[in-house]
């Protein structure tokens, strides 16, 4: 072989560095520079019936999140084009459901990072319930516990996937690829 060829190993080699070196940019830059504002549509599982939405919460990581943002009123009677819907698939086992619904209105949807009024908070939540809640693998990959499931959507309500290879580099202050 001519020494300016270079082996199939080597020419792998240096993809696989150069491809490393890409991923590691972008996470670089995903963590440091986009917005990771994300949302958490939050599932209970009922043992009589099954997964219902406990909420949808604005997070700003997996662990903080916004709370009461701007003053909201609850008013009962705009939700009538979807109160069939919400008793079914939102309701509380531990308080009266309409004090219930109030709470997570003012707690969690006067943060929405998408501007919503009362009426579209509480039919996003029932769209986004309504496209997974018979996709038990999916519920399932997102689970907490045996009672809670945690599915995180992007601002623009797109399921996120964990990329779990990449999970290293969150933790880390500089991104170093794996290959040196």
Known sequence: MHNSCLSF??????????TVETINEYVGNLFTTSN???????LINDDKKGWS?????PQYSSNS???????VDFDYQK???ILGDL????????????EFWEHEWKKHGSC??????????????????????NNNSL????????TQSMIPYDQDFNIIINLAFLIIFIQKDDFLPLLS
């Open 36 to 42: 990771t504002n994300f949302y958490y549509l939050s």
């Open 9 to 18: 190993f080597e020419l792998v080699g240096y993809l696989v560095y150069d």
């Open 139 to 146: 519920i399932d990959k997102f689970k907490k516990n045996e």
């Open 87 to 98: 008793h079914k698939h939102w309701y509380s086992t531990e308080e009266p459901t309409t």
């Open 79 to 81: 939700l009538s084009p």
């Open 65 to 71: 999140y916004p709370s009461f943002c701007r003053k």
């Open 53 to 57: 939405i406990h909420g949808l919460w």
């Open 112 to 133: 929405m990072f998408t501007p919503m009024n009362e009426l579209q908070y509480f039919t996003k939540a029932l769209e986004l319930f309504d496209s997974i809640k």
